[in-house]
């Protein structure tokens, strides 16, 4: 069983920042590629950031600019700078896993960002 420890979610004013950070712990298998998506409210979930196992970053296209993926694999953690906030950040943030040889994806439970003032 993948276990995932979300931290760092939380209300800020728009133009503000935010570091969100997912531990990942019981993975006993490879890890391929991590990273974050989103869902706010009333949409489909998205793609925030990703990351591969060379540091090959992809962003979403609202969060280009703004937002930073960074992986430590010694300490099985993701994190995500997010800077310039809007309101339209506002959303649940999920922080996935990949088994790296069976492509198979792992979900945390989700962590609330909100923007407003």
């Known amino acids: 069983q993948v276990r995932f420890v979300e931290s760092g979610g939380g209300l800020v004013q728009p133009g503000g920042s935010l570091r969100l950070s997912c531990a990942v712990s019981?993975?006993?298998?490879?890890?391929?590629?991590m990273g974050w998506h989103r869902q706010a409210p009333g949409k489909e979930r998205e793609l925030v950031a990703r990351i591969t196992r060379g540091f090959t970053v992809e962003y979403g296209d609202s969060a280009r600019g703004r937002f930073t993926i960074s992986r430590d694999d010694a300490k099985k953690t993701i994190d995500l700078q997010m800077n310039t906030l809007k309101p339209e950040d506002t959303a649940v943030y999920f922080c996935?896993?990949?088994?790296?040889?069976?492509?198979?994806?792992?979900w945390g439970q989700g962590i609330q960002v909100s923007v407003s003032s």
């Open positions: 996935f896993v990949d088994n790296y040889y069976s492509g198979r994806s792992y």
């Open positions: 019981e993975a006993t298998f490879t890890i391929g590629l």
